[in-house]
Nanobody, 123 residues
């Protein structure tokens, strides 16, 4: 079993940047596809992006393309979500999740979840 812990959230002004980290323990993240999701107040949890097993392919929701990027650090057993040019609509709790096998875009298809980290973008 793998445990995930997110960090790096906080308050940032519109146009600013944050880098979220998803640190794993228990197993190596190289065995898992990683997905990032977010949930804003009153809204359903939505897919933000994913990275496949060998980091060769990433997917992003249209609203973050060109602004967000996902990467892995196998030595630190950590996956990152770099978020640039943030806007108010990016305000949410951000979660990382993992699953074996291939990339999926829906939350219910991920097996392990972190506790989430709050990102707040001020206008």
């Amino acid at each position: 079993q793998v445990q995930l812990v997110e960090s790096g959230g906080g308050l940032v002004q519109a146009g600013g940047s944050l880098r979220l980290a998803c640190a794993a323990s228990g197993r190596t993240l190289s065995l898992y596809v990683i997905g990032w999701f977010r949930q804003a107040p009153g809204k359903e949890r939505e897919f933000v992006g994913s990275i496949n097993l060998d980091s060769s392919v990433t997917h992003y929701v249209d609203s973050v393309k060109g602004r967000f990027s996902i990467s892995r650090d196998s030595v630190k057993n950590t996956v990152y979500l770099q978020m640039n040019n943030l806007n108010h609509e990016d305000t949410a709790i951000y979660y990382c999740a993992c699953r074996p096998g291939v990339v999926r875009l829906t939350a219910r298809e991920y097996d392990y979840w972190g506790q989430g980290t709050q990102v707040t973008v001020s206008s």
